[in-house]
């Protein structure tokens, strides 16, 4: 078998999946190839379960890479609200929570099927449990894709294999080996959104936290988010610490502030003149858990009733639950993560179409590509704004 296909895909993800239904609506004649018996299986998981599609809020902002403008086209020309047409259309109930992230009310499932039901009424084919062999470009520039399956023949390659993160539905270093094999330059990649490990000192004090969240901001150089940071059995995770992952670098120090927006100094000069005699900790103990206080200040203070502390002291007692600077032993890596920083460098690619600019025909989307959005909807969305342009020419 050597069908002649004008569109191969690689890759039955979402951006794969939206490329696929784009071109086949064109009158395309397209197969998408994917190593799993199922398609989507990221997407199945995403939000958990629940596939935070989007973000009321998307901004070329709020995503990372080495060229900050190649986002925008794409975000711009396919946008949330375009995708939540889509959602609209095939009645499928979400809601919105927390900074403008938008979920399916019942399953991840029902965004997966609104694609599967899109490729198959615009024809698109599928080769699933596919392993991919060789790719060859051929002396007429189509190019030839052998496969555990048969080969193709093809005049357009689109690479949408994804990251690394995420072993389990399917990551594979694929889509960066394709862009090497075409000379086509690969920032190195490394896991986002992801919790952070400790150092074994801090472990030994911190691992009788577990399980508490709190309300903090967290930051590192210029780099500032806030929302719950969640203490676990290994390290650091929550919302705001998985935001700020993405834009660590090994050997950093991150700073906690464990009670943003308080000016605790005055509080306890305001509690000090009224409460003399209450303890420091139970002070603190009406604002956060009093596990971490206790693993914040030492007894002797914590224990201490105001009337008999310094004011100095008190501007200790806040630099260490609102300057708290701790430097992460790493982090949990791509088993944990979800999402990949890094990829197929974009300078070598066009922003309007995804096709590389010196290999006519081959194209790449989705979280293969050097862009990595913030936590909440925004790497989906790239997603469907990657693989709808790639959609429209390919």
Wanted: hydrophobic share 40%; with cysteine; glycine share 10%.
């Amino acid at each position: 078998m050597n069908p002649i296909m004008d569109v191969v895909i690689i890759g039955g993800g979402a951006s794969g999946l939206m490329c696929a239904k784009e071109a086949g609506k064109r009158g395309r004649q397209v197969v998408v190839l994917d190593h799993g018996k199922t398609p989507g299986r990221k997407i199945l998981i995403s939000g958990g379960g629940r596939c935070n599609f989007t973000n009321l809020n998307i901004e070329a902002a709020r995503y990372i890479s080495h060229n900050a403008h190649f986002c925008k086209s794409a975000l711009s020309r396919y946008t949330q609200w375009d995708f939540i047409e889509l959602v609209n259309k095939h009645g499928i109930a979400y809601g919105q929570r927390s900074h403008g992230q938008l979920f399916c009310i019942e399953s991840a499932r029902q965004i997966l099927d609104m694609l599967r039901s899109e490729c198959k009424m615009a024809g698109v084919a599928f080769s699933l449990d596919t392993k991919i062999g060789t790719i060859d470009r051929r002396p007429d520039h189509s190019f030839a894709v052998h496969t555990s399956r048969g080969n193709y023949t093809c005049q357009s390659l689109v690479i949408a294999t994804g990251g690394l993160c995420m072993t389990g539905a399917g990551a594979s270093p694929l889509g960066y080996e394709i862009a090497r094999q075409f000379n086509i330059p690969v920032r190195p990649p490394r896991a986002g959104l992801v919790p952070f490990t400790l150092q074994p000192a801090d472990k030994k004090i911190l691992t009788g936290l577990s399980g508490i969240a709190v309300d903090a901001i967290v930051s590192c150089r210029k780099h500032r988010f806030r929302d719950n940071i969640l203490f676990t059995h290994r390290g650091l995770s929550g919302p705001a610490i998985l935001q700020l992952s993405s834009y660590w670098q090994p050997g950093e120090t991150i700073a906690i502030d464990l009670l943003p927006e308080i000016d605790l100094v005055a509080v306890l000069k305001e509690q000090q003149r009224l409460h003399p005699q209450r303890q420091v900790k139970t002070l603190l103990a009406a604002r956060l858990p009093k596990r971490l206080v206790a693993a914040r200040i030492t007894p002797a203070i914590a224990e201490r009733p105001l009337q008999h502390l310094s004011h100095l002291q008190f501007k200790e007692i806040a630099a260490q639950l609102q300057q708290w600077t701790l430097k992460p032993g790493g982090t949990e890596g791509y088993r944990t993560a979800e999402v990949t920083v890094g990829g197929v460098d974009c300078d070598a690619i066009s922003s309007k179409t995804m096709q590389a600019r010196r290999v006519p025909g081959l194209y790449f989307t989705g979280e293969v590509m050097d862009v990595t959005g913030w936590l909440g909807g925004y790497n989906l969305q790239w997603a469907w704004s990657s693989g709808w342009c790639a959609g429209q020419v390919v």
